[in-house]
Nanobody, 115 residues
Framework: QVELVESGGDLVQAGGALSLACAVY????????VTWYRQAPGKEREWVSA???????RYIDYVRGRFTISQNSPKTTVHLQMNNLKPEDTGMYYC?????????WGQGTQVTVSS
């Protein structure tokens, strides 16, 4: 059974940094793509950064150069390093895995950036 648990969200001032983590349980026999999503208050969930099974990474334009997605070996934790945070980065951050074992979401971690 696959389970994702996000952590690392906090209240931070603009210009600060946070490191989010997504602990991945139960993916021992299945490889996966992983995506970080953000859901701002009153808005739809949108993708922010992704890492494919081959290790290639993608970022939405407004975070490129500020956020970095990475994964440990043996792919049990996915990190999102967020630097130079802005108030518009505020939201609930979710990780999602997708692959032969299906699609799975975590419960989210709250990031609040004050101006």
């Amino acid at each position: 059974q696959v389970e994702l648990v996000e952590s690392g969200g906090d209240l931070v001032q603009a210009g600060g940094a946070l490191s989010l983590a997504c602990a991945v349980y139960g993916h021992t026999y299945c490889d996966y793509d992983v995506t970080w999503y953000r859901q701002a208050p009153g808005k739809e969930r949108e993708w922010v950064s992704a890492m494919d099974m081959d290790g290639s990474t993608r970022y939405i334009d407004y975070v490129r150069g500020r956020f970095t997605i990475s994964q440990n070996s043996p792919k049990t934790t996915v990190h999102l390093q967020m630097n130079n945070l802005k108030p518009e980065d505020t939201g609930m951050y979710y990780c999602k895995t997708w692959g032969p074992c299906g699609t799975h979401w975590g419960q989210g971690t709250q990031v609040t950036v004050s101006s």
